[in-house]
């Protein structure tokens, strides 16, 4: 058990939370091989995690914990696969019965026992299992609520109730997103594999806006008492990283992984001791992790590699690797940080790239330069329910010696923010200007 970091003496019911952490996905993977049904994958292995938090604190924890799981849930197939088989006989009586064939057809019933005794078991395709239960999580039939919340659940390993604290809603919504997802994939007969070749890259693309959605969220959380939800980052960290294994070739999945690499190095310096915020300028760059700034540099360099021309994560990467390198807010090259959103908003155009470039370009050419950028924003009436357009805007305003129409736009971001960290930073940026 040591490479899960809890020994065998150690309490059962905290290994099987950490076996079930880092094997989920693959066990869950390889019953959904197994047994070609996806959301019987799903319940197979949430039984044998129940069995594991009733046997291992009672009997101690196996030797090996991750095959007892899926050898639990292997015989729970079995089992599932016996009682199917056994109304299948009935209903083939029936009908011998009511004179429509059946037994009678001459036909040899299907052994359901026998063939999946017979089902290849691969320890070797473990990867491709993991690959194919991101995608079955991730399909276009569901909605991004479902995939997130699947997501977490299948490929994550949390439980619905970690996911709930995760998205700041009831488990009983988690619980019954996670249950409408299965149905649905039930329901559109989505097969357990990886997409042919030609519409891998629209689905590898739901896989990375999944994970890309997760990660926002927790760097920069929209609600609750936190600037940074650490657990929920982490997670989609994680998935990147394993993402990035499983599709060597694909530029995007390391321009991703190498954005959130490079997010996530300033992640020690952007609260203070009491958890506030620190904006960029006054964070101690002395405290970014410099080994997650290597690694997303690296991730960055292979995507460039692998590509013709970066992606739209990739371009964020790059922007984020901009600020990584520079050794002050002053030093930084903001005229290239401009030229990416630029290329960011040709190949992802979005209101919110439009509002970092103008704060880009505050940067590198003033605030007044930036400013029609913003209004214009404010004319088309977009970002209307966000705080970070009126925060901008006062932030321009306030540079630019124009206090009152700052003192309103600052106001306005109060109401709106639904974070309380960020909301007692724009306070305070209020008091500043009385």
């Given at each position: 058990?040591?490479?899960?970091?809890?020994?065998?003496?150690?309490?059962?019911?905290?290994?099987?939370?950490?076996?079930?952490?880092?094997?989920?996905?693959?066990?869950?993977?390889?019953?959904?091989?197994?047994?070609?049904?996806?959301?019987?994958?799903?319940?197979?292995?949430?039984?044998?995690?129940?069995?594991?938090?009733?046997?291992?604190?009672?009997?101690?924890?196996?030797?090996?914990?991750?095959?007892?799981?899926?050898?639990?849930?292997?015989?729970?197939?079995?089992?599932?696969?016996?009682?199917?088989?056994?109304?299948?006989?009935?209903?083939?009586?029936?009908?011998?019965?009511?004179?429509?064939?059946?037994?009678?057809?001459?036909?040899?019933?299907?052994?359901?026992?026998?063939?999946?005794?017979?089902?290849?078991?691969?320890?070797?395709?473990?990867?491709?299992?993991?690959?194919?239960?991101?995608?079955?999580?991730?399909?276009?039939?569901?909605?991004?609520?479902?995939?997130?919340?699947?997501?977490?659940?299948?490929?994550?390993?949390?439980?619905?109730?970690?996911?709930?604290?995760?998205?700041?809603?009831?488990?009983?919504?988690?619980?019954?997103?996670?249950?409408?997802?299965?149905?649905?994939?039930?329901?559109?007969?989505?097969?357990?594999?990886?997409?042919?070749?030609?519409?891998?890259?629209?689905?590898?693309?739901?896989?990375?806006?999944?994970?890309?959605?997760?990660?926002?969220?927790?760097?920069?959380?929209?609600?609750?008492?936190?600037?940074?939800?650490?657990?929920?980052?982490?997670?989609?960290?994680?998935?990147?990283?394993?993402?990035?294994?499983?599709?060597?070739?694909?530029?995007?999945?390391?321009?991703?992984?190498?954005?959130?690499?490079?997010?996530?190095?300033?992640?020690?310096?952007?609260?203070?001791?009491?958890?506030?915020?620190?904006?960029l300028e006054h964070q101690d760059r002395r405290r970014w992790d410099r080994s997650?700034?290597?690694?997303?540099?690296?991730?960055?360099?292979?995507?460039?590699?692998?590509?013709?021309?970066?992606?739209?994560?990739?371009?964020?990467?790059?922007?984020?690797?901009?600020?990584?390198?520079?050794p002050s807010v002053e030093a930084t090259d903001w005229e290239r940080i401009v030229?990416?959103?630029?290329?960011?908003?040709?190949?992802a155009p979005s209101p919110v790239v439009e509002l970092n470039r103008a704060v880009?370009?505050?940067?590198?050419?003033?605030?007044?330069?930036?400013?029609?950028?913003?209004?214009?924003?404010?004319?088309?009436?977009?970002?209307?329910?966000?705080?970070?357009?009126?925060?901008?805007?006062?932030?321009?305003?306030?540079?630019?010696?124009?206090?009152?129409?700052?003192?309103?736009?600052?106001?306005?971001?109060?109401?709106?923010?639904?974070?309380?960290?960020?909301?007692?930073?724009?306070?305070?940026?209020?008091?500043?200007?009385?």
């Amino acid at each position: 058990m040591a490479g899960y970091g809890v020994s065998a003496a150690g309490g059962g019911r905290e290994a099987v939370a950490a076996v079930w952490r880092i094997e989920s996905a693959r066990i869950v993977g390889a019953l959904a091989r197994y047994t070609g049904d996806f959301a019987l994958a799903e319940d197979l292995a949430q039984e044998a995690l129940a069995e594991a938090l009733v046997n291992w604190p009672r009997d101690g924890v196996p030797r090996n914990p991750a095959g007892w799981l899926l050898t639990v849930g292997r015989r729970r197939a079995i089992d599932a696969f016996r009682r199917r088989s056994a109304l299948d006989d009935r209903y083939a009586s029936l009908a011998h019965e009511l004179g429509e064939g059946g037994a009678a057809s001459g036909a040899a019933p299907a052994d359901p026992v026998r063939d999946a005794d017979e089902a290849p078991w691969d320890p070797d395709q473990i990867d491709d299992d993991v690959l194919a239960l991101m995608f079955v999580s991730c399909h276009p039939v569901l909605s991004r609520e479902a995939r997130v919340a699947l997501t977490l659940r299948v490929v994550g390993g949390l439980t619905s109730d970690e996911i709930a604290r995760a998205l700041l809603v009831p488990t009983a919504t988690v619980q019954a997103r996670i249950t409408r997802a299965k149905k649905t994939i039930a329901a559109a007969r989505v097969p357990f594999a990886t997409p042919a070749a030609d519409e891998r890259a629209e689905r590898l693309g739901s896989v990375l806006n999944v994970i890309y959605v997760i990660f926002t969220e927790g760097s920069s959380a929209s609600s609750g008492g936190e600037v940074i939800r650490f657990d929920l980052a982490g997670e989609a960290l994680r998935l990147a990283r394993v993402l990035g294994r499983l599709v060597p070739d694909a530029p995007e999945a390391h321009g991703l992984l190498a954005l959130l690499e490079l997010t996530a190095a300033r992640f020690p310096a952007r609260t203070g001791p009491d958890g506030e915020p620190v904006l960029l300028e006054h964070q101690d760059r002395r405290r970014w992790d410099r080994s997650a700034i290597g690694r997303g540099r690296a991730a960055l360099a292979r995507a460039e590699r692998l590509g013709r021309g970066l992606g739209a994560y990739g371009l964020q990467a790059a922007i984020a690797e901009c600020h990584a390198v520079a050794p002050s807010v002053e030093a930084t090259d903001w005229e290239r940080i401009v030229l990416l959103y630029e290329a960011l908003g040709r190949v992802a155009p979005s209101p919110v790239v439009e509002l970092n470039r103008a704060v880009a370009v505050s940067m590198a050419h003033g605030p007044a330069a930036a400013l029609p950028i913003v209004d214009d924003l404010v004319t088309a009436g977009t970002l209307g329910n966000s705080h970070l357009l009126p925060s901008v805007r006062g932030e321009l305003l306030t540079r630019l010696g124009r206090a009152d129409e700052a003192r309103v736009e600052l106001e306005a971001a109060v109401k709106l923010c639904g974070n309380d960290r960020d909301r007692a930073l724009l306070r305070s940026k209020l008091d500043a200007l009385a």
